[in-house]
């Protein structure tokens, strides 16, 4: 394979990361003083720097290929039809890929990958603008790509720590600082710019629909904008954020009433009305969402599974057991789906250095976890879990989302980076029932979670 890296990468990436570099100092200084947090800031930015980079080295030299190479070429290819004919290059930009329009690439254009897969293609699209500042710079790229996307998971960041102040080291790691997430949340990559979506869609949710902060409509824009490119790029993402958002919308009122009948009896029903909202919504919208309609992925659960048993994947895949297309036969494995995505791969599981370092962190982060199962007596974890809004819609967007990607998929590969979404959820979650746990230390079962 041809190298992506040219001489221009050695002059102009240097270049992009200077400018991260003194925009993010400059970001620091001037909210420092009245936001402690953004001690953070610039050394998130500069995690950001190390992945995107990495990231890039990775896919060209150990992977010699892949999705971020490809999307990067595309865009390249993009920005020569530029050159070319102007008006098809905008008209394939905001979303013609038409065949008129594919046959004015040539061979000194370059041809797209994706072309007939509207969400790939759409990344693509979408980092064409900033591969054009870098210079067609792959590195350059990356390094831009990763630094405007941190912006939303520096809103995740500052959302968790508004409610638990005292957290503020321990959600800087499972939010900003996660070695699985800045790797495969800083390159050019579809999970970059989902998961900057979430951090984004969160934030504008919880301003504008729970402080109710209706004048700022930045805070409403903010969640139509997240919403729009998750449906443009993965649109279960959204969804699996949807049952929780219901939940958060209706704890966050429902937990000012003191009636604790009231809540034994309403706390139940919200969960099942928020299951319930999900999947009727994924049912409506069957053929909006193409191939991500409810009935193709239970059909591709099933499928995969199959799949997996090729010799071709040399072992590296995981077996929850045979699936069948149905509600049930999904929701008979979604332990092991959502365990799947959590934990795996486990340290025995590992065949390369990628998931080497993937597998050390699923252990702490399962070996936090049972910890915290064992200490709260199951029954005391899962009591706690409502006693904080944002706890509840974190815990359930971490679950939905990790049942939809361990029932669909089965390669180790592919696992590690599709996870990332929720990893900074759930380790959160973990690290906030942790802060429950020890504040509660020496208290009955019953007193702490009375009084927590």
């Not at 930009?93 to 370059?110: A, C, M, Q, R």
């Not at 704890?251 to 319930?276: E, Q």
């Not at 297309?325 to 340290?347: D, E, N, Q, V, W």
């Not at 990893?423 to 690290?431: D, E, H, K, V, Y």
Request: glycine share 6%; with cysteine; proline share 3%.
């Amino acid at each position: 394979m041809e190298s992506v890296l040219t001489f221009w990468d050695l002059v102009l990436t240097p270049l992009a990361i200077l400018l991260v570099l003194f925009v993010s100092s400059a970001i620091r200084k001037k909210n420092l003083q009245h936001n402690p947090l953004y001690e953070f800031y610039t050394l998130g930015a500069a995690a950001r720097i190390v992945g995107s980079i990495s990231i890039c080295l990775i896919y060209t030299y150990y992977y010699q290929g892949g999705d971020t190479i490809n999307y990067y070429t595309t865009s390249k290819n993009l920005i020569g039809l530029f050159g070319k004919e102007k008006s098809v290059f905008f008209d394939v930009l905001f979303g013609n890929s038409s065949k008129e329009n594919l046959s004015f690439f040539d061979d000194e254009t370059g041809y797209p990958f994706f072309w007939d897969d509207k969400n790939a293609l759409f990344v693509a699209r979408f980092i064409t603008p900033i591969c054009m500042l870098a210079g067609k710079s792959f590195l350059a790229t990356s390094v831009l790509i990763g630094w405007v996307c941190y912006t939303g998971m520096w809103r995740m960041y500052l959302l968790f720590v508004e409610q638990f102040p005292t957290l503020k080291r321990e959600l800087a790691f499972a939010i900003l600082f996660a070695p699985s997430v800045v790797f495969w949340g800083s390159g050019i990559l579809k999970d970059t710019i989902t998961i900057s979506c979430v951090g984004w869609y969160s934030y504008g949710v919880y301003r504008y629909f729970i402080q109710k902060r209706y004048s700022k409509v930045k805070y409403l824009v903010a969640v139509f904008v997240a919403s729009y490119l998750l449906i443009a790029i993965k649109p279960y993402i959204l969804f699996a954020l949807l049952p929780g958002s219901i939940l958060w919308l209706s704890y966050s009122s429902f937990s000012k009433i003191r009636s604790r009948f009231f809540k034994l009896f309403a706390a139940p029903l919200l969960i099942v009305i928020a299951f319930s909202a999900g999947f009727f919504l994924l049912q409506q919208l069957g053929s909006a969402l193409g191939t991500y309609s409810l009935d193709k992925v239970m059909n591709q659960a099933v499928i995969v599974q199959q799949d997996m048993k090729q010799d071709y994947y040399q072992g590296n895949t995981f077996d929850i057991g045979v699936v069948d297309a149905s509600i049930g036969g999904l929701l008979s494995k979604a332990h092991l789906a959502i365990i799947a995505t959590l934990f795996r791969p486990f340290l025995w599981d590992v065949k390369n250095p990628v998931m080497f370092l993937s597998a050390l962190e699923n252990t702490y982060i399962l070996g936090l976890t049972i910890f915290l199962l064992i200490r709260l007596r199951i029954f005391g974890f899962f009591a706690l879990i409502g006693k904080h809004p944002l706890l509840i819609f974190s815990l359930m967007f971490s679950l939905f989302f990790a049942f939809s990607v361990g029932i669909s998929i089965s390669n180790f590969g592919a696992l590690v980076r599709l996870k990332i979404p929720c990893i900074p959820f759930f380790l959160s979650s973990m690290f906030i029932l942790k802060f429950y746990y020890d504040k509660g230390r020496g208290k009955s079962m019953k007193e702490l979670i009375r009084t927590s």
